[in-house]
Each structure stands twice: as structure tokens, then as C-alpha cells.
């Protein structure tokens, strides 16, 4: 029967920031989620090749990276893990982002700078509807 057992959701932070990769971690531990970290597209593309496909899976995604500057990243994710509860986090966005991010099934867009306890809060929420899902 534990085989059956549905993993619990993991949190995947993207930002280049370390900072803000270690407050939203710190903030999302605390709430007793595993959390998963990475500073660019590259590391991204690595880390959801070893994460559990059937653990619900939300990612906290800055829209800008030293390695990808617009949603192309984005859109990558959504078609490996179609699944994954987004929320993007960004300083340099556009309203146009911000439709294309909506269109491509971006949960919530928040600006730079934010509220740590706000994202949190919304990626338990997301965290919550994904594991009932």
C-alpha cells in the first residue's frame, strides 16, 4: 500500500538571487515543505530531471535568469511538468509578460520587491490544491 502513496508536494525556487532563494526556502521549511533550489535555467532543467513525477510539484519562478530572459523557460516546464503549480516572481516584467505568463497557466505574478510571508503564503495555498488534486 505505501507504494501507492502519492509523495508529498515539493517547492522548486528559481531565482538568480541567493538571497531571495534562501528567504523563500527558510520561510517554506518552516512550514515543512521540501524545497528544491536553483540560480538559472540550466540548474532548473537539472533539477526537475530528478524530482519524483508523481510529488506534486510548485515552483516559485523569477522570470528573469542569467540564462534565460524571457518565458521560455516557462514554457519548457509546461510542456515536461504541465502539472506544476507556478508563481512567478520578477523585477523587470511587463504587462505583456504578465498575460503571456496568465496564458501559459502562471498562478500568481508578484513584483520585486515582495512580501517573503505573501509568497509563502500563496505557495501553501498551491501546495494545499495540488495535493488534493
Request: net charge negative; proline share 5%.
Amino acid at each position: 500500500m505505501s507504494g501507492d502513496m502519492v509523495p508529498s508536494p515539493v517547492v522548486l525556487v528559481v531565482d538568480d538571487e541567493p538571497l531571495i532563494r534562501w528567504a523563500l526556502s527558510e520561510g517554506l521549511a518552516d512550514l515543512g515543505y521540501a524545497v528544491r533550489q536553483a540560480g538559472s535555467a540550466l540548474e532548473t532543467r537539472a533539477m526537475l530531471a530528478t524530482l519524483d513525477r508523481r510529488a506534486p510539484l510548485v515552483i516559485v519562478l523569477d522570470l528573469r535568469l542569467p540564462d534565460m530572459k524571457d518565458l521560455s523557460l516557462l514554457r519548457e516546464i509546461r510542456s515536461t511538468r504541465p502539472e506544476a503549480a507556478v508563481i512567478m516572481i520578477t523585477a523587470h516584467g511587463t504587462e505583456q509578460d504578465a498575460r503571456e505568463a496568465a496564458a501559459l497557466g502562471v498562478r500568481r505574478s508578484l513584483g520585486k520587491p515582495f512580501d517573503v510571508m505573501s509568497v509563502v503564503h500563496s505557495v501553501d495555498a498551491a501546495c494545499r490544491q495540488a495535493a488534493q488534486a
